[in-house]
């Protein structure tokens, strides 16, 4: 579409909108998602493109390495020590303690590396409430409240409240959730557009008449039965 478009148009800009459908969210292969690796460097885990350190984490103590605005590799090196890791993608784990301003900060939080866990289970209930909450919403918005699901409202009901104090801090996997390359993430469709030198933007969550597609095929149903009705009126008019 982006070749016919400057084929057709030439210096010109096209401005892409697209609903908020699953199937325009999904990432590369490569692309820097949290949930595509694992805590530790082992299993099945896909290898993440390079990306830079935050320059907005938090300043490293007194005498320690600013990391700040490095380049980070996502797999560790064709000459690690251990055999086993060379050009092997990292774990979560890994790549924290790489941010060492981040690292520094979550063990302070938490006393001791024992005490760090991978995914803690509000994180974990949260993600499964946050389902419940797209299913009930959706079922609104088309107005279908009989489609919600009763467990859905129970879940919701009686989710744990995620932990106010150390907010964001909860375990590793949230704090590399939080971390701004990660956040600045964006989906592949998005990539495509503006690597090209388009726009591309996304309409409001539940919001998909917003799309001027959704406009001209409500104004072509709206055409097709004044037509019908106009039909129907000049058939009965003759049957009398």
């Excluded at 090196?77 to 784990?93: A, E, F, N, V």
Aim: charged letters at 25%; proline letters at 5%; one cysteine or more.
């Amino acid at each position: 579409m982006i070749a016919v478009f400057e084929h057709t148009h030439p210096n010109c800009t096209r401005v892409f909108i697209f609903d908020r459908s699953s199937a325009h969210k999904g990432y590369a292969d490569n692309a820097l998602n949290v949930n595509s690796i694992n805590i530790n460097p082992a299993g099945k885990q896909k290898k993440l493109r390079d990306t830079k350190i935050p320059l907005n984490n938090p300043d490293p103590a007194p005498s320690e390495e600013d990391t700040r605005g490095h380049t980070q590799s996502m797999c560790f090196p064709s000459d690690h020590s251990d055999p086993r890791l060379r050009g092997q993608p990292k774990g979560i784990r890994a790549v924290l303690e790489e941010r060492k301003s981040i690292w520094d900060k979550l063990t302070s939080i938490h006393g001791s590396h024992r005490k760090l866990v991978g995914k803690c289970g509000s994180c974990t209930k949260s993600q499964v409430c946050k389902d419940a909450e797209h299913c009930v919403a959706l079922a609104d918005a088309m107005g279908q409240d009989d489609s919600i699901k009763v467990e859905d409202i129970n879940l919701i009901e009686n989710a744990v409240p995620p932990i106010a104090d150390n907010e964001g801090w909860c375990c590793m996997h949230q704090v590399l959730t939080l971390q701004e390359d990660f956040q600045n993430e964006k989906p592949l469709i998005q990539t495509v557009i503006e690597d090209a030198g388009h726009i591309c933007l996304f309409l409001p969550w539940f919001h998909c008449k917003l799309n001027a597609i959704e406009m001209l095929w409500g104004y072509a149903k709206y055409c097709a039965c004044r037509i019908h009705s106009r039909a129907l009126h000049a058939h009965s008019s003759l049957a009398f």
